[in-house]
């Protein structure tokens, strides 16, 4: 039997046997028992790596919004002195205090969706766990209260993503010794009974590291701080600085310092001879990479700044990286400095300025199995979310998207999220605000080949082939000409003209 279609641009008709009608209905089914399935939870699955050198990225749980703060307030760490995100600057984006823009813009650092973001794409790029620069519960600085519930929240989201974590103690905060041992004892009752926190060292301890120290600078000092972890800690302080806490250091960790502060050399000169001629007198060390350091205080009104480190699109952190690389049996682990610290641009976090570049060089680093597009699907999800915020059915499933991708269930993640978030976009392969025989005729066209395709070839589900699962999504769509409601049109264009890659010609940072 053959079945009339409709005449394809380049005049011929085309004709599709019956096992092609019966591929209609088998895939229907098909990829209804996929989304039904889809709403279990799965577990999360490590990444697997080619590069074992463990890799913890070093986090700022320190920005608010007026969500978070309340009226027009943003915190300080978007505005410094003189910045308005309730503004736009010249290039059309919030005024905030860094040269960088975030991708998805400024945020709140206890925002549950930013936190699955973030996780999620550190994931992808062969990151094993985050350090978390900590505050404590008791200090000198006004948002200590506010720093705690960011961080609590970060460490709540570990479980679902299956990363590892441990802090970076600011001690300069603490105005005594007896704040210093109620910060820590926050940690012995709270984190480091957690699965996901580090340990590591012979006696498997909870790893705690110190910026610094600053405040605490004797032994004596630090035998009384931590004693109150209840059990005894892998201590590691900044490098050169393991002698302001005696043998109750550990070790030491490396950390980017501007051009010449410490090394006529440069940066790297100082990381050469840090890992070369210091390491060997320790009992344990980690290393550091970053992208540079450009900092924003002297234009946010908050000091003079300092020395920059050039980012050299991307050089500067592939440097890093072989440097680390050159000495790693002699690390336990390597620092990535930092994920989001906009203040300082030391940023790994997706930016408009540097797209997702220093996540694939990560990946590339790691020796992980995922690409740039495995990272865009996560920001579809984030965008997903702001976009469907106010229903709870999509929400549900856009939470079984998050679980695929803890699981590593990329093209489950991939066919649920776009039923969830794009129901009047798949199988419009002609973007003619229907699916009908001529999206048919395209799929049919390239059937069984393998790509690169988009969306207007007919992979619909973007994996570069044309297959059931394809047919499948068409299938679901046939005859559906419907457009998203007024009240989310803004979000089909932010996902339409920024997420989805694979629908349109790829618009990053164009």
């Known amino acids: 039997m053959r079945v009339p279609m409709a005449d394809r641009s380049d005049g011929t008709d085309l004709c599709l046997t019956s096992w092609f009608c019966l591929g209609v209905r088998f895939a229907v089914v098909w990829v209804l028992v996929l989304v039904v399935g889809s709403a279990a939870v799965a577990e999360p699955v490590a990444v697997t790596k080619t590069n074992p050198t463990r890799l913890y990225m070093h986090y700022m749980p320190w920005f608010e919004t007026p969500e978070t703060l309340g009226g027009n307030r943003w915190g300080w760490h978007w505005t410094m002195n003189n910045r308005d995100p309730n503004r736009l600057a010249s290039d059309g984006r919030p005024d905030i205090a860094s040269h960088y823009d975030p991708l998805i813009g400024p945020y709140a650092s206890s925002d549950p969706d930013v936190i699955e973001y973030h996780l999620l794409l550190m994931k992808l790029s062969g990151v094993d766990g985050v350090l978390i620069d900590w505050y404590g519960v008791e200090g000198t600085n006004g948002d200590i209260d506010l720093l705690l519930t960011n961080s609590d929240a970060l460490v709540a989201k570990m479980d679902d993503f299956g990363m590892e974590f441990a802090v970076v103690l600011e001690d300069r905060f603490s105005a005594n010794v007896g704040q210093a041992q109620a910060n820590v004892a926050y940690l012995r009752d709270h984190y480091f009974g957690n699965p996901w926190y580090i340990r590591q060292g012979p006696g498997d301890d909870p790893l705690m590291m110190v910026f610094g ?298």
Not at 249 to 266: K, Q, R, T, V
Not at 305 to 325: F, K, M, N, R, W
Not at 418 to 436: C, H, K, M, Q, R
């Open 213 to 510: 120290p600053i405040t605490f600078e004797t032994q004596h000092e630090w035998q009384q701080i931590l004693t109150h972890g209840g059990e005894n800690v892998d201590f590691l302080t900044l490098w050169y600085e393991s002698g302001d806490a005696g043998v109750m250091a550990d070790g030491e960790y490396a950390w980017p310092y501007p051009n010449g502060i410490f090394d006529p050399g440069g940066h790297l000169g100082h990381l050469d001879n840090f890992y070369r001629h210091r390491i060997p007198s320790l009992e344990r060390a980690g290393g550091v990479a970053y992208p540079g350091f450009v900092d924003f205080y002297a234009e946010g009104g908050a000091g003079a700044g300092y020395a920059e480190i050039p980012h050299l699109d991307g050089q500067t952190l592939s440097d890093t990286l072989g440097v680390a690389a050159g000495y790693a049996d002699d690390l336990s682990f390597v620092q990535l400095a930092t994920w989001n610290d906009f203040g300082e641009g030391t940023i790994f976090e997706p930016t408009y300025e540097t797209g997702f570049d220093y996540l694939e060089i990560l990946q590339g680093f790691s020796g992980v199995g995922y690409d740039v597009d495995d990272l865009e699907l996560v920001l579809m999800l984030y965008e997903a979310r702001k976009v469907w915020s106010g229903d709870m059915n999509k929400q549900q499933s856009l939470d079984a998207v998050a679980s695929h991708l803890a699981a590593l269930r990329l093209d489950e993640a991939k066919a649920l999220l776009y039923f969830t978030a794009y129901p009047w976009l798949i199988g419009d392969a002609n973007e003619d605000g229907s699916v009908n025989l001529l999206d048919l005729s395209v799929l049919a066209a390239n059937f069984g080949g393998v790509g690169p395709f988009e969306h207007g070839d007919g992979d619909f589900n973007a994996d570069d082939r044309v297959d059931l699962l394809d047919l499948s999504l068409l299938a679901v769509n046939f005859g559906s000409g419907s457009i998203p409601e007024p009240s989310v049109a803004w979000g089909f264009a932010a996902l339409a003209g920024v997420c989805l890659r694979r629908i349109r010609e790829r618009a990053f940072f164009s």
